[in-house]
């Protein structure tokens, strides 16, 4: 029984190989990370901020924000990554919601809203009917996160320490997908996830309700611009 799924990790935990799998599926995802890029585009209000809060050392040759550069300085000091989320936090919710309402008004059964930090900033689960987990044991995490990354035992572990640790937020997820193993074994708790939450008729009403508003707005627009064309 749901509408907005949260749907969170850690940093390596293999959250994109579950995100890869749901799209196969047809499921309507909201890409945190993808609004975040896109909210601090040259020329838009969280970029200038940025650049006023971080300096222009942060940019690449061509004005966009280095991430890397970035990440360097918010994962070494709490308080800037702190900034850095008031700064960009409102203007991705804000896109959010937009997309959000497009899924709604298109009748999906369900919502996913991939928010790397769901957890850690803790103000979005309240919307959330669930929150789903891509969990993977500490060992196996270091280990992915220096591979993938090329970095040493010290970096990996102070970036995986930024974060809540994945145990802490298993207690707090009303769903875990474990993706110690291999990819078949998570597909397979994917599909079961996927079946339990297609069987969910939450908010239809709501749906309904916001339609109909919709389609009585348009009545109402067309009624007046013939009124005034006569």
Known sequence: TMFLVGLSGGIASGKSTVVAVLQELGCAVIDAD???????????????????????????ESGEINREALGNIIFSQPEKRQLLNRITHPEIQKE???QILKYF????????????????????TKFMKYTVLVYCDPPT????????NGLSRAQAEARIASQLPLDEKRKLATHVIDNSGDRESTRRQVLRLHARLEDSLDFLWARLVLGTAVVGFGGLVYLLLRHFSS
């Open 141 to 148: 995490q270091l280990s992915r996160l220096m591979k993938r």
């Open 96 to 98: 959010m919601l937009k």
């Open 34 to 60: 993808v609004i975040a890029r896109e909210v601090v585009q040259p020329h838009s209000k969280a970029h200038r901020h940025i650049v006023r809060c971080f300096g222009t050392e942060i940019l690449s």
């Open 105 to 124: 008004l298109l009748g999906y059964r369900y919502v996913i809203l991939d928010i790397p930090l769901l957890f850690e900033t803790n103000r979005l």
